[in-house]
Structure formats: C-alpha cells, structure tokens
C-alpha cells in the first residue's frame, strides 16, 4: 500500500504527515520485499517511473510507468532478453536534444547475463533507455515499452596479455551536472563478482559515448545454441528506440507505429556494442584493503586554478574516501588524489546512502543504524604551515596568510595560496615563510630514545600524507654531515617507520625522518638515539645496587630510577640461558611480584618513611612488567 505525505511550512512549523485519505495499491510502485533493491522517479507531471519486482514472490521484475494522467506501461513478461534478474540502482531522466518530446528517462541495473552472452552465470552491468513520451504499441507491445533498449557497462582493467580483469557488480551511479544538460558526465561504482580476489571501483561515462552505442548495431541471435552477433540486416523505419516526435518526424505516438517496427524492437532490446569509460579504464581501483565501494556523490569544486571534482565514496566498513579528480594533459587523462578517508559510525556498519548539500556544505550518510552528517571540508586537519596545506590539494581549502582554511573565489588576498594541479609549496609558500618554516622545522618534533646494544630498536614516523614517500637521514653526535641511511639487514624501513635490528655502538645519533612529495622534502621526525653498551649497564646498575646511584638527573652519563630497573630485567632476558620464551620470563617477573606482595610488613608500627618506599617500588614494578611485555618483543 502506497500513501502520500504533506511536506509543507503550516502556521510557521514544519509539517510531516502522513495523508490518510489518499491509500493506493503499491504494485508496480514498491516491493512485497524491502529488501529488493529498486528505484524510482516521480517526475514534475505527477508520473512515477520504477524498477522493481510486481510479484509477492520477487521474480516478476519490470520497469514501471504508473501514476499520471496515463495507462501503465511495463516491459515485457517473464523474457529473459528484456530483464534477466536485474538488482535496480538508479533512475534519470536526461534530455536528449531542446525539444522535451525527446526526453528519455534512464534506468541503471546490474542482472544475470543473457544466456550465450557468457559462458557460466555472470552479472553485467547495464543501462536502459525509454521515451517519456512512450505509450506502448496498438496491436502488438499494448501497454508495453516499444523503446526500451539496453546496453552493457564495462568497467575493467586491460592486462597484457588481453583478458581485463571486470568489475561487473554495479553499486551506485551519480550523475554529475554541467553546463550543457544534454550531457551529465556518469560516475559508476562498481565491485566484482569474482571468488578469487575482492576489489572496487570508479568508473566515469560520457552521455556522447552512450548515445553513439544505442545507435550501434542491435545484438542478434539466430538460436538457442548460438552466440549473440551484430545484427546485419535491414532495420526498420524509424529506428526503434527514436522518440515520436517533430525532430525525426513522421509519427505523434508510439502507437502509430508501424508492425515491424513494434516486432523487431521486441525481439532486439539489447545493443552488441557495450559503453566503455573514459579512458578506457577506472579512475580509482582498490584491491588491496578488507572494504568495498558502497555509494557515490561528486561535488564541482571552484579553485584557484580551475574546477575540480571531489568525490566522496562510501564503502561497507562504514568510512567515507574524499578523492578529488586531476586533469594530467588532458581532461581524459586524470590523476585520482586521496585526501582523506574518514569513519562515519563508531561501529563498522556499510553505507547505504550519501547525500550532498552544497548550500549547507555538509554530506548526510546513511546506514542501518543511523544518519551521520559529515562537513566537505575540514582544513585544519591538514597541518598549521603553508606547505602542508598545499602539498594537500584540497580545492576546498588555501593558505590564507595564518592557516589553512577554507578558500573562497570571491575573496581577494594577496597572501591566499592554492595549488591543486601541481601541488608545488616551493612557488607558493617561498616568499611568505623563512625557509626553515616551509621544511617544517619550525614544527619538528623531536624525541630521544635509549637503545641496548644488540638489541632492536623501531623508530615510528609516518607521514599524513598516503603520497609522500619516506626518507631516512643519519647524522653522527658532534658531526654536521648527514647520510641516507642505507636499508640492508639491520636497517628495515616499513610503512609505519624505521627498524634498527642488532644494536651497535656506532648507531648512536640524530636520525631524521623526511618525507618528499612533488619534489619537495619536509623533515617530520628527529630522534636523537643513544645506544648503551653491556659493560656500561652493568657498571652503572652496579652504581645503584652499592647506593652510589643516587645523582642528579642532569648529571651526564646517569639513568632514571626506572630506566636502570627496566635494563635489569631487559638484561636478564636477554642473558639468562634458561629464559627463551616471553612466557618464561613473565613468570618469573610476576613469582616476584608475589614473593614482594606476601612481605606486607606486620609492624604497624614500622617506620613510615621505609613502608612509603617499599609502596614506591611495587609500583615502579607494576609499570615495568607492562615495559618488559612490549620490549622484548623487538629483540
């Protein structure tokens, strides 16, 4: 059952109610099941044009026209050429030239391959056309679609060897506004249907490449064991698939046309030429991370150096990717820039709509638990210097002088930066900062870290950006010159930092994490790393045990309380020939732990300076057996 809802301002507040009076029957509106992927369109005039099931069972699938001041029209019953199985995603109608009699509305699906399209059952994507203006036929196709035509979206990889890897499971499709309405630019996401590996993407189409397809060559079948081959014979007048209208002339009304017309347009629905993407391959390609591409919406972003697109991609782990497309060369050829990539809920929960508001600069994300609001951009998350907001290619956002915030094409100063092609701070920032600011040492951090010889040590530096590629410098106490640190077996650079394995005296320094993108290098790390002998760990834990520890904490050459407890156990482990295992020598930290604990002094009257100390060292042991856990693991 459908009904309809008030949505109006009433007497200055808001009005959401649910019209009692005007019940209709839902068949061919909605689905028995809501779990049946469908979509709709209810246009201007009151007609509402669907893709969905009609039967209580799910299997009668067909695309709706209803409501309206006109019969319903349906496609064709139970023929597996017209729809096979089809999961509906979206419906647009798109102008087809000045004259509104041309108007098409377009359904996109994904369904079962036709049989003989594909060896074994595969899904393809699809898109279909009608005419606004069809009413079916007069003797033949009576309230049924005589323009539906079909055709096939590839979305695929080329390979070497000439198999492409495809990407057939549509997900979602936004269509992006321009200048000329005629000509939407189409943005797909699609995931495979593969068993062997699980991927996403992102593919763009033009309306010029899907309207030279629709008049291509008809798919053809001459029987049930043949393949499915261009039609080479003569093709009636008008060309099913036209429009009545005064553009082409000859015909007011579907129902004019002649027989074999309406004949031929049922037995060949589909087109053999399938509709590429621009380029011919995706934009974004993701095979290697544990999600999948959900939804999709594209904002139209003014910058400094021209309009951009900024796409924001839902997937089913619940986090939204901000992308933003990059003119190379040429418009065809486009580098595909990660800006962000941002959870929406607290639980991983998949995406299952996405809205833009560009007047509230705000995306509304929807999932089975709830509705998030996210806004497009957040500027400060790219650093609090000139280079950083530029190396990060937002078109949202540009360094104003102060800090990176968001850009504006009506504002006029002259300290405001962008740079979005080209990514470049050295032209942008140079004449704004000293040239220490721009490398980022006016923000470096700096951390000091104690290493025992032999031992391992793991030196944590990312970089905010995923396109920056890291760099480690090495420069020696009291020496000036720095040198690329060389990776071999002891030297093991990861995602995540630098790994320093078998400790040696000469690894004492200053290292320097550096990360260079465009050509340009920004020191993000400094670690000063003192590399301690056995000989003088020992010695110096020697100093403590005969109370001769007991030195300022600025005295050179000292260790902290809880520096010498942590290298006794740390030497213990590393020397002990009976201790090999973690396990062993956690067992032993905590049978002393308990040993201390049963020692509870029975004096009440003990001297409370001595039971204050004994309290201080349980606790200095607590924090150590927590140290020692993780330490020993980088051994």
């Not at 000139?386 to 915030?405: I, N, T």
């Not at 071999?488 to 200053?510: C, H, V």
């Not at 309380?561 to 290298?567: F, I």
């Amino acid at each position: 059952i459908c009904a309809y809802k008030n949505v109006k301002q009433h007497h200055q507040e808001n009005l959401f109610k649910l019209d009692t009076h005007r019940f209709e029957n839902g068949r061919g509106k909605s689905p028995y099941d809501p779990k049946l992927l469908t979509t709709s369109l209810l246009l201007v005039d009151g007609e509402l044009y669907s893709g969905t099931a009609a039967d209580f069972m799910g299997r009668d699938f067909a695309i709706y026209r209803t409501l309206g001041h006109h019969h319903p029209v349906r496609t064709e019953q139970h023929d597996s050429r017209w729809l096979n199985e089809p999961k509906f995603i979206g419906t647009y109608l798109i102008p087809e030239s000045d004259n509104p009699e041309d108007d098409k509305i377009f359904f996109f699906f994904r369904e079962n391959a036709i049989d003989g399209e594909h060896s074994g059952k595969a899904t393809h994507a699809r898109i279909g056309q009608i005419c606004k203006n069809d009413f079916g036929g007069h003797r033949s196709l009576v309230n049924k679609w005589t323009t539906f035509l079909k055709a096939r979206l590839i979305c695929s990889v080329p390979s070497p060897n000439g198999i492409d890897t495809h990407f057939d499971e549509l997900q979602d499709v936004y269509l992006m506004s321009t200048k000329d309405p005629k000509n939407p630019i189409i943005y797909a996401v699609f995931t495979t249907s593969s068993n062997i590996f699980k991927g996403s993407a992102v593919c763009i189409y033009s309306m010029a490449d899907v309207r030279r397809v629709f008049l291509g060559p008809f798919a053809h079948r001459e029987g049930p064991n043949y393949q499915w081959v261009p039609f080479q014979g003569r093709v009636p007048y008008p060309r099913p698939g036209t429009c009545p209208s005064k553009t082409f002339g000859g015909f007011d009304s579907t129902k004019d046309l002649p027989d074999d017309v309406i004949t031929f347009a049922r037995s060949h629905p589909a087109m053999y030429n399938p509709v590429f993407p621009i380029n011919n391959r995706p934009v974004i390609i993701k095979t290697d991370v544990d999600y999948q591409f959900t939804q999709i919406v594209v904002d139209r972003v003014e910058a400094e150096d021209g309009q951009y697109d900024v796409m924001f991609i839902g997937t089913d782990a619940g986090t939204v990717l901000k992308v933003v497309s990059i003119p190379k060369e040429t418009w065809r050829d486009l580098e595909e820039v990660l800006l962000e990539e941002m959870s929406v809920f607290r639980e991983p929960t998949a995406i299952t709509a996405i809205e833009l508001s560009t007047k509230q600069q705000q995306l509304y994300i929807g999932s089975a638990i709830g509705v998030s609001q996210l806004p497009l951009h957040r500027c400060d998350v790219y650093g609090k210097a000139c280079a950083e907001c530029c190396l990060a290619r937002d078109p949202y956002c540009a360094w104003d002088g102060f800090s990176c915030s968001r850009y504006f094409p009506t504002a006029k100063r002259r300290t405001r930066r962008q740079d979005i092609r080209n990514g470049d701070p050295l032209t942008q920032c140079s004449d704004l900062q000293h040239h220490d600011d721009l490398n980022g040492l006016e923000y470096l951090e700096e951390k000091i870290i104690y290493g025992v010889e032999n031992s391992s040590t793991f030196l944590e530096c990312s970089p905010k950006s995923q396109r920056a590629l890291i760099y480690w410098q090495f420069q020696k106490q009291n020496n000036k010159r720095k040198d690329e640190i060389k990776l071999d077996e002891r030297f093991i650079r990861t995602d995540q930092g630098l790994l320093l394995r078998s400790l040696q005296k000469k690894d004492s320094g200053i290292y320097y994490c550096q990360a260079v993108e465009h050509g340009f290098m920004q020191t993000l790390l400094k670690v000063t790393l003192e590399v301690i002998d056995t000989e003088h760990l020992e010695e110096l834990l020697h100093k403590e045990d005969d109370g001769e520890g007991s030195k300022s904490k600025e005295s050179p050459g000292s260790m902290s309380q809880n520096q010498k407890v942590w290298y006794r156990d740390f030497m213990q482990l590393i020397n002990h020939p009976n201790l090999n295992t973690m396990d062993e020598f956690c067992e032993q930290v905590w049978k002393r732990e308990r040993k201390q604990r049963r020692q509870r002094p029975a004096n009440a009257q003990m001297n409370a300076n001595k039971w204050k100390h004994i309290q201080e060292n349980k606790k200095g042991r607590n924090r150590r057996t927590h140290e020692v856990e993780r330490a020993p693991r980088s051994v």
